[in-house]
Nanobody, 124 residues
Framework: QVQLVESGGGLVQAGGSLRLSCVAS????????SAWFRQAPGKEREFVAA????????DYADAVMGRFTISRSNAKNTVYLQMNSLKPEDTAVYYC?????????????????WGQGTQVTVSS
């Protein structure tokens, strides 16, 4: 089993920045690919970014490309999401996820473990 705990969400003005963190415990974190998803009210959960188990490969949704950066520290069992140039449409609950395969994937169904989510609100 793997437990994921997100932190770093909050309220920020448009154009501002936030960094989300997700700390993993349980199974060896370095064997897991990780990802961030988000869900806005009334909308389906959507892919944001993913990273392979060794950090060598990353993938981003078109909506966040060039503004968000996913990274990880296996020594700290932590995956990060640096969010810059935030827009009101980025407002959502952000979820950290991990999958047993070391290869990244953008589908929520392909992830085995989920955090409880952290709220990000961007005001205009």
């Amino acid at each position: 089993q793997v437990q994921l705990v997100e932190s770093g969400g909050g309220l920020v003005q448009a154009g501002g920045s936030l960094r989300l963190s997700c700390v993993a415990s349980g199974r060896t974190f370095s064997s897991l690919a990780s990802a961030w998803f988000r869900q806005a009210p009334g909308k389906e959960r959507e892919f944001v970014a993913a990273i392979s188990r060794n950090g060598g490969n990353t993938d981003y949704a078109d909506a966040v490309m060039g503004r968000f950066t996913i990274s990880r520290s296996n020594a700290k069992n932590t995956v990060y999401l640096q969010m810059n140039s935030l827009k009101p449409e980025d407002t959502a609950v952000y979820y950290c996820a991990a999958r047993s395969s070391g290869f990244l994937n953008s589908s929520p169904e392909r992830h085995d473990y989920w955090g409880q989510g952290t709220q990000v609100t961007v005001s205009s």
